[in-house]
């Protein structure tokens, strides 16, 4: 396994949050702004080739989400390439995830549907304005108990969280 980066562009990293097939997404720290991120990474191919098309559509997906803002969609801040690396801030969300939540605890009927509209709300709102959605829905359970989605992922990076 590699070695944390201590930073990535401005971004001092905090700690790790998560890890998939295709990126890493870490707790970041943002000088300029004094706040927490979710830092969102993802790992390159070595062929050149393939890695300037998985740049550009990551970028082209940053760009697609910065520009959706909803109570249901988690907000895009930034995003860049850094030593070979290239990143996403977000808005960090702090809690348990849906999934986790769901093997633990449950959640009721109502919660669900609930959890269900808000999803759809956020979904919608992102596709009228031609935003894919990604292949994959996780979630985020806090404590004022919204949802809110996150639709970053293109098709070689699928990634989505819902917030409360």
């Known amino acids: 396994m590699a070695k944390k980066p201590s930073k990535i562009g401005r971004y001092r990293i905090v700690s790790e949050l998560g890890r998939g097939a295709m990126g890493v997404v870490y707790k970041a720290e ?8 979710a830092l ?13 098309e998985y740049e550009k559509r990551f970028f ?12 249901h969609i988690v907000t895009t801040f930034d995003c860049g390439e850094h030593d070979g ?9 702090e809690g348990t995830d849906l999934r986790t939540r769901m093997m ?11 959890i269900a509209r808000q999803v759809a709300d956020g979904l919608g709102y992102a596709h009228e304005r031609g935003h894919r959605a990604s292949r994959h829905q996780a979630g985020q359970h806090h404590a004022e108990r919204r949802r809110r989605g996150e ?7 699928a990634h989505a969280h819902v917030r409360p």
């Open 30 to 37: 943002d000088p300029n702004l004094d706040r927490l991120v």
């Open 60 to 71: 082209l997906e940053a760009k697609a989400a910065g520009k959706l803002t909803h109570p």
């Open 104 to 114: 633990k605890e449950g959640v009721t009927a109502l919660e669900a549907v609930e």
């Open 151 to 157: 639709d970053h992922g293109f098709r070689p990076c």
């Open 40 to 52: 969102k990474t993802i790992i390159l191919p070595d062929d050149a080739g393939v890695r300037r």
């Open 85 to 93: 690396t290239v990143y996403m801030a977000m808005e960090l969300l």
